[in-house]
């Protein structure tokens, strides 16, 4: 089992960043993949960033250049630096985590930009 707990979420205005962080615990020594999803009401989850093991990132399309995902392995913390935050960014983001033989999902943070 593994426990996620996302922080970080808040009101930004247009054009302002926010980071947001997803603590692991429990069986963390079978985590390989980790990423960031986002969902609005009344649409599917989308992938934001995805991170492996050893680094290798991916993005949205929607969201490269602005979005840099890391992870802090020691800590056992992935983050998502978001910058240049636009309206169309407001969603509830949730953190995941691969592991052999399934998955696992965080809470959620909700991200609002608004000005």
């Known amino acids: 089992q593994v426990q996620l707990v996302e922080s970080g979420g808040g009101l930004v205005q247009p054009g302002g960043s926010l980071r947001l962080s997803c603590v692991a615990s429990?069986?963390?020594?079978?985590?390989?993949?980790m990423g960031w999803y986002r969902q609005v009401p009344g649409k599917e989850r989308e992938s934001v960033a995805v991170i492996t093991s050893n680094g290798y990132t991916t993005y949205g399309d929607s969201v490269k250049g602005r979005f840099t995902i890391s992870r802090d392995n020691a800590r056992n913390t992935m983050y998502l630096q978001m910058n240049s935050l636009k309206p169309e960014d407001t969603a509830v983001y949730y953190c995941?985590?691969?592991?052999?033989?399934?998955?696992?999902w965080g809470q959620g943070t909700q991200v609002t930009v608004s000005s």
């Open positions: 429990g069986s963390t020594f079978s985590i390989y993949g």
């Open positions: 995941n985590v691969q592991v052999p033989g399934g998955d696992y």
